[in-house]
């Protein structure tokens, strides 16, 4: 089992940046594919970007592609989400999440365990 604890959210103004963390308890965390999901008031929780267990293959949403960079440290357990160029629809609550299926997925039911959320939001 492992526990997550997100960190890093905020107030930017629009073309700002951000980076999120989180961490990760236990000494299992090389056993999880990594991800990042985001929901938004309203709206259903979806996929931001993933990173497999040992960092050499991520996957990103296309509305975040060429903006967000997902990357982790073994070393330090923790995963972060490197957030540039930000848009006010990039406005959400972030999770960070944990997987054990084999590689890289998009789909929050491969997920299993979650952080509490940070919040991000980017004014125009």
């Known amino acids: 089992q492992v526990q997550l604890v997100e960190s890093g959210g905020g107030l930017v103004q629009a073309g700002g940046s951000l980076r999120l963390s989180c961490a990760a308890s236990?000494?299992?965390?090389?056993?999880?594919?990594m991800g990042w999901f985001r929901q938004a008031p309203g709206e259903e929780r979806v996929f931001v970007a993933a990173?497999?267990?040992?960092?050499?293959?991520?996957s990103y949403a296309d509305s975040v592609k060429g903006r967000f960079t997902i990357s982790r440290d073994n070393v330090r357990n923790t995963v972060y989400l490197q957030m540039n160029s930000l848009k006010p629809e990039d406005t959400a609550v972030y999770y960070c999440?944990?997987?054990?299926?084999?590689?890289?997925?998009?789909?929050?039911?491969?997920?299993?365990?979650w952080g509490q959320g940070t919040q991000v939001t980017v004014s125009s």
């Open positions: 999440a944990a997987s054990r299926t084999f590689g890289v997925s998009r789909s929050i039911k491969d997920y299993d365990y």
């Open positions: 990173i497999t267990r040992n960092g050499a293959s991520t």
């Open positions: 236990g000494r299992t965390f090389m056993s999880y594919v």
